[in-house]
């Protein structure tokens, strides 16, 4: 049963700790509140104000169970803050673990700062749960797929698309490194896994994933300087760094480039551009 009384002092309460600057917005002047203001929670958590304030106001329907986790990933709650707004909404929390898509406070905080750079927070299977707005101008928007094609190692090898962004000389390279993540996360999360489901459908529909799936080759690691053709500014060589989320699941990737070289510069242009259609 939904506590509505909890649940809107609960809010009321983590919205007043948030500042603009926590959550990578402007404070803007003339500002009399003490933490966010309802409106800039609403966007955060992608629904209307009015929704939002009622909730804070004791009214309106029950939340749903995903509304409840868009508020808690809005307002940057952990993991058990999380679980208590799932309860005080009258629901269950969602199971822990390796498949949970809710990001760490810390690394949201970090990927907020980070708005000239591309960047993006992944799953261990590649899923993009969130981007910079720079990150999308340098592999387009990639957290609207659904399904496997969540996974760019699944749409390695079954969009073309995918493979466009990366140099020619890499492909090789970067198709036994998903073949062999896969595997590899794979055996480890069981025959059950989502990990286990997807190499189940490559192995159906693409002839090259069958081949190095055969070799079974573990251990193929990322290079930490890949190589991007972008459609607008061409050939990229940027360095990746990877920041590993306190649950062991989630990884925050970070691209820069080797100030004053040209790959520098094509970043700040990119910057600049904004994010563009590349798909």
Known sequence: MIDRTGLAEFLRRRRELLQPEDVGMPRGQRRRTSGLRREEVAVLCNMSTDYYSRLERE??????????ASIAQGLH??????DH????AGHHPPVRGTTSEHISPGLLRILDRLDDTPAEIVTELGETLRQTPTGVALTGETTGYTGPERSIGFRW?????????????????LTR????GLR????????????????????????EFRQVWEAHEIGV?????????????????????SLLG??????????????????????????????????
């Open 246 to 279: 306190p649950d062991q699941s989630h990884r925050l990737l970070v691209y820069t480039a080797l100030p004053g070289s040209e790959s520098y510069e094509k970043l700040r242009l990119l910057s600049v551009l904004g994010p563009q259609e590349v798909r």
């Open 157 to 173: 090898f079954t969009d073309p698309a995918t493979r466009a962004l990366y140099a020619p000389e890499e492909h090789p390279f």
């Open 59 to 68: 009214r309106g329907p029950q939340p749903s169970e995903q509304m409840i």
């Open 221 to 241: 690691r990322p290079h930490e300087v890949k190589h991007f053709v972008h459609p607008e500014v061409g050939a990229l060589e940027l360095t990746c760094q």
């Open 77 to 82: 709650l952990s993991l058990d803050e999380r």
């Open 184 to 207: 590899e996360i794979a055996t480890v999360r069981g025959p059950g896994s989502r990990a286990a489901r997807y190499a189940e459908i490559l192995l159906e529909r693409s002839e």
């Open 177 to 180: 490194m998903f073949a062999s």
């Open 85 to 88: 707004l799932f309860r005080l």
